[in-house]
């Protein structure tokens, strides 16, 4: 059975999402100990810019291996 490109969409964004939470939430305990004062709206704007490069690696991965 093969996964359409609309069901590989909706998984890889599925992923990132659950990514982009934990990415917060790790910037948030991770970066005061590294000496990294960043405030929440910075915490998810940059982890925003890793979604959407992170959902294009996603999905464009998964059609590759779709097609092999």
């Known amino acids: 059975m093969r996964q359409s490109r609309l069901m590989s969409l ?6 990132v999402v659950v990514r982009l939470l934990l990415a917060v ?3 948030i ?5 590294l000496g ?3 405030s929440l709206g910075q915490n998810v704007r940059s982890a ?3 979604t959407v490069v992170s959902i294009g690696r ?7 291996f779709e097609v092999l």
């Open 10 to 15: 909706v998984e890889a964004v599925a992923n």
């Open 25 to 27: 939430a790790t910037q």
């Open 29 to 33: 305990v991770v970066f005061p100990i």
């Open 36 to 38: 990294v004062h960043a």
């Open 48 to 50: 925003l810019i890793f």
């Open 58 to 64: 996603s999905f464009l991965l998964r059609r590759l």
